[in-house]
């Protein structure tokens, strides 16, 4: 049941981002901004988008695959092991990326700066009982 609350919260977020150039939707509250991130569904082969938090570093962009702390890792950071090209939306611009699982040494610059922005991942580690991994996004 909460799979299919969250799956639709989240459809909802994307179409109101999109409608709206990211103006509304684009941001979590606390100000942190999201992006959407669109991949192939390693399965279906169809492209899906979800709205994700993450950190800007220079000019790549840094996401969690924390799944809210669940046991599993989420779709998106699956489907993007097995087909590294995705699209990202910023507000009003796309652009192509290519994916990387962030190497041990990355995450643990990267990590305490995402707990920074939102302080829920330590939590969600905590709960997961699984490494969670961050994927690096870097313009195609």
């Known amino acids: 049941m909460l799979t299919i609350l969250f799956r639709a919260l989240s459809a909802f977020n994307v179409l109101v981002y999109r409608a709206s150039g990211g103006r509304l939707m684009g941001h979590f509250p606390g100000g942190v901004e999201i992006l959407l ?3 192939k569904g ?3 082969g169809k492209p899906r988008t979800v709205p994700l938090l993450f950190l800007e570093d220079g000019d790549r ?3 969690v695959g924390s799944k809210g702390g669940a046991p599993k890792d ?3 950071f699956n489907n993007l092991k097995a087909e590294p090209r995705a699209d990202i939306e910023l507000g009003q611009r796309r652009f192509s990326v290519t994916a990387r699982e962030a190497s041990p040494e990355e ?3 990267y990590w305490p700066l995402l707990l920074a922005i939102y302080p829920p991942y330590e939590a969600y580690q905590t709960r997961a009982g699984r490494p969670i991994p961050l994927m690096v ?3 195609a």
């Open 37 to 39: 991130l669109t991949t």
């Open 42 to 44: 390693r399965k279906t």
């Open 61 to 63: 962009f840094v996401v």
């Open 74 to 76: 989420p779709a998106w």
């Open 107 to 109: 995450k643990a610059r």
């Open 137 to 139: 996004l870097t313009p």
